[in-house]
């Protein structure tokens, strides 16, 4: 009797040890998809920056449309150029950046606006970034 006792209370500690281990490994796999997920859309930030940047490049030209690029396999930008209704020396620029996984699957996305003024004006070197129009979307 005693020897079936010892083993019972072998076997519950094993059981207590093993689902307190379950939990721990879950804990730690969900914060590991979380830290990856949070790096995906500081990526995707980084990617509609540089879409941003580019647009910008583009608008100083004075045209108007549609752009895209990419930073790596992984990272992918967008963006677009409009003239502003009723400012004709102002242009809108709008990007989107993405992350994707090696399948191609979209895992994080962020876009970012912003005006500028002073295109197409006559003087050369007075564009700048419109007071507060910076805007990041999503």
Known sequence: MKKTQIILIALF???IISVFMFILYNMWESEEKTLILEKAIEDAYWAAFAG?????????SGSVGVGSGSLSSNLRYS????T???FPDRRRIS???????NAGNL???KRLRVDIQGIGDGISGNESTVQGS???IN
Do not use: V, W
Request: hydrophobic share 45%; proline share 3%.
């Open 13 to 15: 500690f094993l059981f």
């Open 52 to 60: 941003l940047e580019e647009g910008k490049i583009q608008a100083l």
């Open 79 to 82: 963006f677009t150029i409009s």
């Open 84 to 86: 502003i209704p009723g």
């Open 95 to 101: 990007a989107t950046g993405g992350y994707f996984d």
């Open 107 to 109: 895992i994080a996305q």
């Open 134 to 136: 910076f805007y990041q």
